[in-house]
T-cell receptor, first 112, second 117 residues
Framework: QKEVEQDPGPLSVPEGAIVSLNCTYSNSAFQYFMWYRQYSRKGPELLMYTYSSGNKEDGRFTAQVDKSSKYISLFIRDSQPSDSATYLCAMLAGLSASKIIFGSGTRLSIRP | GAVVSQHPSRVICKSGTSVKIECRSLDFQATTMFWYRQFPKQSLMLMATSNEGSKATYEQGVEKDKFLINHASLTLSTLTVTSAHPEDSSFYIC?????????????FGPGTRLLVL
C-alpha cells in the first residue's frame, strides 16, 4: 500500500465550478500537509501548507485536513482555465522528518 | 520568492552517454539540495539529498555510481546520469532549501526532461 493515494484523474469541469481534490494516507505520523500545483513540463509550486487537522483558506483555495480519517482535500472555488494543471498533495511527518512524500497528482482541466 | 533554475530544460542523448544536469539557486544560498525523478503520471520520487560540501545521501534503490551528485557550492548542484539507458528517460527535478529552513520548505526548479534513445 502506498503511503499517499491520489486519484490521477483526469478531472474536467466547466469554468466557475467548485473543484474538490482529495488524498488519503496511511501514516498517522504525518503532521504537515501541502498542496502543490504543477503545470505541464514545469516544477511544482507550493499552493497551500497546513499543520494538523482543520481548514485553511487562501483566496479561492481551501485546504482541509481530517487526521481522524487520514483524508485531505483541496477546494478551488470559481475555477478558472488558468487553474488547469496537475495538483499534487504532499505530506511530512515533522519539520525534522527526512523527506516529503508526494501523491501521484490529479490532472485538472477547466473548460472555458 | 526564491528562484531555482535548471539547465538544460530538455536533453536527448544516445544510450551509453553521460548527461549532466545543473541546478542553481539564484537568489539564496542553498545549503541543501534535493534531486527528484518523476515518471509520466507518477509522483515525484526523491533520489538523493545533498548538503553543500558533503557527499550526497541516496534513497534506497538509487544507484549512487550511476547518478553522481556534486554540491560544490551554495548555489550549484549537479546531477550526472552516467551511461544513460532508455529506462533513465524521465523528468528530473531539483529543489533547494536555505539555512535554517525546515524540510517542508523546498523551492523547486522547472525540471529537466531527459530522453535517452
Amino acid at each position: 500500500q502506498k503511503e499517499v493515494e491520489q486519484d490521477p484523474g483526469p478531472l474536467s469541469v466547466p469554468e466557475g465550478a467548485i473543484v474538490s481534490l482529495n488524498c488519503t494516507y496511511s501514516n498517522s505520523a504525518f503532521q504537515y500537509f501541502m498542496w502543490y500545483r504543477q503545470y505541464s513540463r514545469k516544477g511544482p509550486e507550493l499552493l497551500m501548507y497546513t499543520y494538523s487537522s482543520g481548514n485553511k483558506e487562501d483566496g479561492r483555495f481551501t485546504a482541509q485536513v481530517d487526521k481522524s480519517s487520514k483524508y485531505i482535500s483541496l477546494f478551488i472555488r470559481d475555477s478558472q482555465p488558468s487553474d488547469s494543471a496537475t495538483y499534487l498533495c504532499a505530506m511530512l511527518a515533522g519539520l525534522s522528518a527526512s523527506k516529503i512524500i508526494f501523491g501521484s497528482g490529479t490532472r485538472l482541466s477547466i473548460r472555458p | 520568492g526564491a528562484v531555482v533554475s535548471q539547465h538544460p530544460s530538455r536533453v536527448i542523448c544516445k544510450s551509453g552517454t553521460s548527461v549532466k544536469i545543473e541546478c542553481r539557486s539564484l537568489d539564496f544560498q542553498a545549503t541543501t539540495m534535493f534531486w527528484y525523478r518523476q515518471f509520466p503520471k507518477q509522483s515525484l520520487m526523491l533520489m538523493a539529498t545533498s548538503n553543500e560540501g558533503s557527499k550526497a545521501t541516496y534513497e534506497q534503490g538509487v544507484e549512487k555510481d550511476k547518478f553522481l551528485i556534486n554540491h560544490a557550492s551554495l548555489t550549484l548542484s549537479t546531477l550526472t546520469v552516467t551511461s544513460a539507458h532508455p529506462e533513465d528517460s524521465s523528468f528530473y527535478i531539483c529543489s533547494a532549501r536555505g539555512p535554517g529552513q525546515g524540510w517542508g520548505t523546498q523551492y523547486f526548479g522547472p525540471g529537466t526532461r531527459l530522453l535517452v534513445l
